[in-house]
């Protein structure tokens, strides 16, 4: 049984050895165990916040396996993106051309350049230990986001985006990035990535400003405009699946695309239940696998069975209930895993 709850300072070992086997292009798993220290300790910090509306905050999630004590899998929040720091992205914009004369006229798509600084709520930092792919854990390490959103919707700005990875293969080499991004940063791509998360302001001073005629960049830069890892495929339709869609921008680095979505039409924040518990049941096999999250003290969610009696209240499955500390009269949001 595996379960999610708030990352810890002491899952910095884990959590080290986890971001070992992530491949280029996850800048929110870092190798560098200073800097996903610093990241942990502020996620511990903004956890106990409670603020009244988002401020940047950093929710780091881990997915744990109980009967090992490990941590296999990590996810997170970010209550708001730009501020002191701006949020970049290229947004993916039509040019019109024509010539009456000639009778000719071509549409022609251009890389705009978009600084926020006062940006959107952004899921991220998906990462999923080989092993641990299977038994619909991507699933409950994606979606269970959007539980702990409906609880505190305060805490999060009302659009969400996701920045989908990239093209970028295991050397970190990216097409895009050589074709454009290295002619103004004379680096490498996982280098750029890496500093873009303790310091963007190198991006504002060497970042051209000028609109990017995509057809004048390589054939092969071209085709990945918009486009996302092959790994990523799946992630990319459960989240299109969630009421996601294509915000019309990708990634400065890799193009990767970035979708977004109103955080109230989200189908697993819109659709599903928060009641009291009323028994524990030794088994609930009529009931489907669902998303199960308790609140209270400390945040803590699983795949696990629960149904509603018909008072309105919640009966949980007994292995759901252990592996979560649920106990009759506490309070549980559960929804569907699929639409």
Request: charged share 25%; net charge negative.
């Amino acid at each position: 049984m595996v379960i999610i709850r708030p990352v810890a300072e002491s899952d910095l070992d884990d959590l080290a050895q986890l971001a070992e086997g992530a491949s280029f292009g996850l800048t929110s798993l870092p190798k560098d165990r200073e800097l996903l220290a610093e990241r942990i300790a502020q996620s511990c910090r903004d956890f106990v916040r409670s603020p009244r509306k988002p401020r940047g905050e950093l929710y780091l999630f881990v997915m744990e396996d109980l009967e090992t004590r490990r941590v296999v899998g990590t996810s997170c929040i970010v209550s708001k993106v730009g501020g002191f720091e701006p949020f970049y992205a290229y947004r993916v914009q039509t040019c019109v051309h024509e010539s009456t004369h000639l009778g000719i006229r071509k549409e022609i798509p251009i890389l705009h350049l978009v600084t926020e600084h006062s940006g959107p709520c952004e899921i991220g930092g998906l990462y999923l230990s080989t092993s641990y792919r299977k038994h619909g854990n991507g699933r409950l390490l994606s979606l269970f986001r959007f539980l702990f959103m409906a609880e505190y919707p305060e805490r999060f700005e009302p659009t969400v985006i996701a920045e989908m990875r990239g093209v970028v293969d295991e050397r970190g080499h990216s097409a895009f990035w050589e074709a454009l991004g290295r002619h103004f940063f004379e680096m490498d791509f996982p280098r750029a990535d890496y500093l873009s998360l303790s310091d963007k302001r190198f991006i504002a001073d060497l970042m051209p400003t000028c609109p990017i005629y995509i057809p004048l960049l390589p054939k092969e830069a071209q085709e990945v405009v918009g486009k996302v890892h092959r790994n990523t495929e799946p992630a990319l339709k459960m989240l299109l699946d969630e009421g996601f869609r294509f915000s019309g921008m990708v990634d400065i680095f890799e193009a990767g695309p970035i979708i977004m979505a109103d955080l109230h039409d989200i189908r697993t924040v819109r659709d599903n239940r928060q009641t009291a518990v009323a028994r524990i049941a030794t088994e609930l096999s009529e009931a489907p696998l669902g998303l199960v999250a308790v609140f209270g003290e400390s945040f803590r969610t699983c795949t696990g069975r629960a149904a509603v009696d018909s008072d309105g209240r919640a009966i949980v499955e007994k292995a759901t209930a252990d592996a979560l500390g649920v106990h009759e009269g506490d309070r549980i949001r559960f929804g569907a895993l699929r639409a």
